[in-house]
RNA sequence: GCCGGAGUGGUGGAAUGGCAGACACAAGGGACUUAAAAUCCCUCGGCUGAAUAAGCCGUGCCGGUUCGAGUCCGGCCUCCGGCACCA
């Protein structure tokens, strides 16, 4: 059924946008067209986009995410390279444990359903996708396979067991990653993050920090600056010195601080360290300070991480009664706890210097601590009793001994150099970045491979073992420990060191560690190891990546981790693994990103329905250029149909005209063309120029799109004769074959679906992306703005040889000139060739 | 506060320092039709103007560089995104 006519005195054949989908896609599947494979003499080209999670029905940011990676992999084929392009799905997570919780269906067969409905919608898509290397995370195919690359971790020390404050949603039940906490809340159901006090597994990033920072260079070419410089501050380095400050009445201990600012050792007058700093409630037992100091410090822990962090609150803390010696002019420091102080970071105390760091500055104002300058401004003297705030720029060292009258960018290097001489301290480099909390208490994940023996203690799986199976026969009822937990026969374990009882792991890893390396996994997904070294070889690194920019430094930060981790195991031979990265911009209809709270949903099905595939795939491509948000216009989506039926309209016409005909007339040479020919000749190959260069320089679809649908334009207004000469319908002929192969990668069905009518036999497809003829586009005669001072006065048609005293001469010919200089003089003339003079009077 | 990115018609968006607004949507007009839809053709930044004559103004604001600035430089304003007591 269609919703439309076309013009009866042609259009018998209609746009069955169905029946032509429909019949290219069954083609595809019968031909393996998209059957990646290494015995190739191409060279490889690796496409890929971020799989999804299956949550049940496609969405539109899907449906752009593929149609992008689509195009570039099609295109890529085109262009003669050997493409890879796979998919699959990141199986695991929580909605599908909560689906179990709230409707009794079991999480895998929730999972599984989904993933058999969606895979069906991206199959309604036609995305060339190489099917045959699907993957799902949540098979045990691919989790055992993980959970022997954790073992192998485990082995290199790379995964290790700490109790510590973690980040807590009461909601999701779970631990989550620093990461995963966004603005104090879960980045999932965004409901307020507590700390609590567990026994986690770690991923030890940190030991890759200074390598994740450092090859963040190798990526400037082909990623985004923005991610680059999301992950450099999230991996925050800072280059400081740690020093060592005698704690008095107490000969052997130190407290231990970090700075960055040694310049201004010399103006310390306080310290301040964290609530939970590990030795203080030590070293005020049995003081007159010890209540005071335990009412502060348990006043503080008990508040929210949000409510910690909140910049706008007030400074505070409580003396401890404990003093320091300052290690270079040995005068007695008081210690404060103080509730900005971090423990996660540094040492968990700070040398406070309330003169040049604006926070020590307040905190000194509130308890009257001295203020002491020693960093002066070149040119100006600041005076600590009349100082507003701290100084925090740069200038020359004051009452600093030795070191006085020194710039303080010098002075830290001396200084630090004097400490590390008297063995009071080193410099240090320190990073925000911390461990990768990897300990889920959740059910519907990859199962942790450890087993905890009572007298052994822990002990991982032994390999022959793998998988360790997740058991079916669990009970989702939304209260207290995960299920598995509770799953006597699954905890129940024998340790494979000493034979005696030992409990199972019950928490599984991160979702986030299935998403972390199932690129490569995609070059060998039958493979019986975790991944097949030649294969990964030749096909990594992926060339193109393509997804949301969400996953700046949560997904793209734990993949690099994880390829630099397989690197040194032996299974990849690149440092990373991504070359090139496009952050696709959001779906937004009115104003807000589609949501089903805001009721501005669009569904892909209803869509494709309508409209079909390659209407939807062109419109996502055509509103906007990849990296933007692209706003969703339901009139714009028409237009797009209307352009392809347009297209579709005119190849039947050309088809109707020629029938019988067979003339196979030469169009070597443009001798005896009339200009209508000549034009469309020309823009058939200015527009293939443009196509190509569009998409390969920096994937500008919306812009490609629009230089075919001039071209499409340009072959309305030829086609006006009735019966054109046999010429001109081989120039008509060669323009809309051209329409059809540049519109291929965008849209496939109904390219292929043209390609046949036009008497074709191989797949569009197939075809090599043509070459434009440079000799082609030279025009006989070019048009010249003429401008005087920069304003645009008049304009000529001139031969392109023509030289520039020539056309000067010409210029002053003009009868528009003339007016407007009306007997000025003219100074001089601005040639830019081909294009414009400016003539200056 | 710091670091990115962006401000262009009614709208989405185009423009290696060289004709601002390609392409498309919406709007308006015309052709076809008994009529409507569809289709095809035309107009479409603002102002003055009868005008498809001519001219002036116009890319967030102010200034600069240049023969020439949406584009480069300096200073602001607004919006979006990220980071943020990181010592």
Redesign the pocket.
């Known amino acids: 059924m269609t919703l ?5 005195f042609m259009a018998k054949v209609p746009y069955s946008f169905k029946e032509i989908e429909s019949k290219w896609q069954h083609f595809w599947e019968e031909e393996r067209s998209f059957h990646a494979t290494e015995k190739s003499t191409h060279p490889k080209f690796y496409c890929l986009v971020m799989f999804p999670y299956p949550s049940g029905r496609i969405h539109m940011g899907h449906v752009r995410n593929y149609a992008i990676g689509d195009v570039v992999a099609r295109y890529k084929r085109m262009k003669g390279f050997n493409v890879l392009h796979p998919m699959g799905w990141d199986a695991f997570g929580l909605p599908a444990e909560n689906a179990a919780i709230q409707h009794g269906v079991h999480p895998s067969e929730w999972t599984y359903d989904n993933i058999a409905f969606m895979k069906n919608q991206l199959k309604k898509m036609g995305l060339s996708y190489d099917w045959s290397r699907e993957i799902a995370t949540c098979d045990p195919s691919y989790y055992g396979l993980e959970q022997r690359l954790f073992l192998k971790m485990y082995e290199k020390g790379l995964v290790y067991k700490r109790r510590s404050f973690v980040n807590w949603c009461s909601d999701c039940e779970t631990v989550l990653a620093n990461e995963q906490v ?2 104090g809340r879960c980045w999932r159901c965004e409901s307020e993050v507590t700390q609590k006090d567990l026994e986690q597994w770690f991923f030890k990033i940190t030991a890759y920090a200074e390598e994740l920072l450092q090859d963040l260079e190798k990526l400037k070419e082909g990623w ?3 991610v680059l ?2 992950q450099r ?2 991996i ?1 380095k ?1 280059m ?1 010195a740690e020093i060592h400050f005698p704690v008095v009445g107490r000969s052997s201990e130190f407290l231990k ?5 040694v310049d201004t050792l010399y103006g310390v007058t306080f310290m ?1 360290v ?1 609530p939970e700093h590990p030795q203080i409630l030590e070293w005020v037992k049995g003081t007159s300070q010890e209540s005071s100091v335990r009412v502060f410090v348990e006043k503080v822990l008990k508040e929210s991480q949000r409510d ?4 706008t ?3 505070e803390g409580v003396f401890t009664g404990v003093y320091c010696v300052h290690p270079l002019t040995q005068e007695n420091i008081p210690v404060y706890v103080a ?15 309330p003169a040049h ?1 604006q ?1 020590d500055f307040e905190f000194a104002k509130k308890y009257n601590i001295p203020v002491k300058v020693v960093i002066q401004p070149e040119g100006e003297i600041l005076d600590s009793k009349t100082m507003t705030q701290a100084y925090v720029e740069d200038g020359l060292q004051a009452h600093c001994g030795s070191f006085d009258g020194l710039k303080n960018q010098e002075a830290i290097l001396k200084i630090s150099e004097f400490l590390e001489e008297k063995k009071i301290g080193q410099r240090v480099v ?1 990073y ?1 970045l911390r461990d990768w909390g990897i300990s889920r208490q959740r059910y519907w994940g990859t199962p942790i491979p450890v087993l905890h023996c009572h007298t052994c203690g822990t002990v991982p799986v032994p390999e022959g073992d793998l998988p360790v199976l997740l058991p079916k026969d669990v009970k989702f009822t939304g209260m207290g420990a995960s299920p598995l937990a509770d799953h006597e026969s699954f905890v129940r374990a024998r340790c494979p060191k000493c034979g005696g009882p030992a409990r199972r792991e019950t928490d599984t890893m991160d979702t986030f560690v299935e998403s972390s390396w199932y690129f490569a996994r995609y070059t060998c997904p039958q493979c019986d190891e975790p991944l097949d070294v030649s294969k990964v070889k030749y096909w990594l690194p992926v060339d193109q990546y393509i997804g949301g ?2 996953h ?2 949560l997904h793209l930060l734990y993949s690099r981790f994880f390829s630099k981790v397989l690197r040194d195991l032996g299974f990849l031979k690149v440092d990373e693994p991504f070359s090139r990265l496009l952050t696709q911009g959001m779906v937004i209809k009115d104003g807000a990103k589609m949501s089903k709270s805001k009721g501005n949903v669009v569904d892909p099905d209803m869509l494709i329905d309508r409209y079909g595939a390659d209407t939807a795939r062109l419109f996502s491509l ?4 990849p990296e ?4 969703w ?1 339901d ?2 989506v ?3 149909f ?2 392809l ?2 297209v579709w ?1 005119k190849v039947n016409e050309f088809l109707e005209k020629k029938s019988g005909e067979n003339s196979n007339v030469s169009l070597d040479s443009m001798e005896g063309m009339t200009d209508l020919e000549k034009k469309l000749y020309r823009k058939t190959h200015s527009t293939l120029k443009k196509v190509s260069q ?1 998409i390969e320089d920096a994937y ?1 679809f ?2 490609a ?3 075919i ?2 071209l ?2 340009e072959i ?2 030829f086609d006006v004769e009735e019966k054109p000469s046999s010429r001109g319908m081989a120039i008509l002929s060669e323009a809309l074959k051209m329409v059809v192969i540049l519109l291929s990668p965008f849209c496939p069905h109904i390219s292929e679906e043209l390609w046949e009518m036009l008497g074709e036999s191989d797949s569009v497809g197939q075809v090599s992306w043509p070459h434009w003829n440079e000799k082609v586009l030279q025009e006989d005669s070019i ?1 010249i ?1 003429i ?1 005087i ?5 008049s ?1 000529l048609q001139i031969a392109p040889t023509l030289s520039s005293s020539e056309l000067e001469k010409k210029i002053l010919e003009d009868e ?1 000139i003339q007016k ?1 200089l009306s007997g000025a003089r003219v100074k ?1 003339f ?1 040639h ?1 060739p081909k ?2 003079v ?1 003539v ?1 009077v």
């Open positions: 439309y006519n076309l013009p009866s966004v603005d985004p600056e923005r410089t999301m501050n999230w925050g800072s400081g601080i970090f700075t960055t600012r301040s964290a910690r962090t909140d910049l609150r007030e400074k509730n900005f102080v971090l423990m996660e970071y540094g040492t968990g105390a700070v040398m406070a210097v760091d926070r320190h925000k920019i969400e700046a430094v055509f509103a906007a250029p933007k948000d692209l706003d216009n009139e714009g028409e237009g797009s209307r352009f039926k347009r309209t569009d500008h919306n812009t799109i629009s230089a649908m001039e499409v334009n309305y207004h048009e703005v401008q001072n920069g304003k645009v006065r304009r528009k407007f001089k601005i830019v294009k414009l400016n200056i």
